[in-house]
């Protein structure tokens, strides 16, 4: 990916890519307080269909230096396993994710970039000495 703020992960995997990738972005608003309760309180579907332009709500608990997240989709190819995601913190910062899996022959290749970074009204003093915001900088799960 073009973006110095990516990842490429390979994991093994008895499960199919199409299904693995539907659980992991697609549903990640149910998984992620079960998953991850010692980040998220809760989320929900606020807005769509689960497609382009759906918008996905996580309540944050202490452990995050933001209260609400909110995550929308920009692009989403299931049949190829891609999508575009904006994520926007309290309501100041957003972050946008571009998230490709690929199937492998064990398993799945996860790729994960950073595609930019806006802090609203706050300036170089809402970002680290890298340029990135506490947004950015807590939410690479992709």
Same mark, same amino acid.
């Given at each position: *990916?073009?973006?110095?703020?990516?990842?490429t992960?390979?994991?093994?995997?008895?499960?199919?890519?199409? =299904?693995?990738?539907?659980?992991? %972005? *697609? #549903?990640?608003?149910?998984?992620?307080?079960k998953?991850?309760?010692? &980040?998220?309180?809760?989320?929900?579907?606020?807005?769509? #269909?689960?497609? &382009?332009?759906?918008? =996905?709500?996580?309540?944050?608990?202490?452990?995050m230096?933001?209260?609400? *997240?909110?995550?929308?989709?920009e692009?989403?190819? %299931? #049949?190829?396993?891609?999508?575009?995601?904006?994520?926007?913190?309290d309501?100041?910062?957003?972050?946008?994710?571009? %998230?490709? /899996?690929?199937?492998?022959?064990?398993? !799945? =290749?996860w790729?994960?970039?950073?595609?930019? *970074?806006? %802090?609203?009204g706050?300036?170089?003093?809402?970002? #680290?000495a !890298?340029?990135?915001?506490?947004?950015?900088?807590? /939410? !690479?799960?992709?």
């Open positions: *990916m073009a973006s110095t703020n990516s990842w992960l390979e994991l093994e995997s008895r499960v199919a890519t199409q =299904r693995k990738f539907r659980a992991c %972005v *697609m #549903d990640w608003h149910n998984l992620a307080p998953l991850a309760p010692y &980040i998220f309180n809760n989320a929900h579907h606020a807005e769509g #269909d689960g497609g &382009i332009g759906s918008v =996905r709500h996580y309540n944050c608990n202490s452990a230096p933001f209260n609400i *997240m909110k995550k929308k989709v692009f989403l190819d %299931v #049949d190829k396993c891609e999508c575009k995601y904006t994520i926007e913190c309501g100041t910062e957003t972050a946008t994710f571009n %998230v490709k /899996v690929k199937p492998t022959a064990n398993g !799945q =290749r790729e994960c970039g950073e595609g930019g *970074m806006h %802090v609203q706050r300036g170089r003093e809402g970002q #680290d !890298q340029g990135q915001g506490l947004c950015h900088r807590n /939410v !690479q799960h992709c």
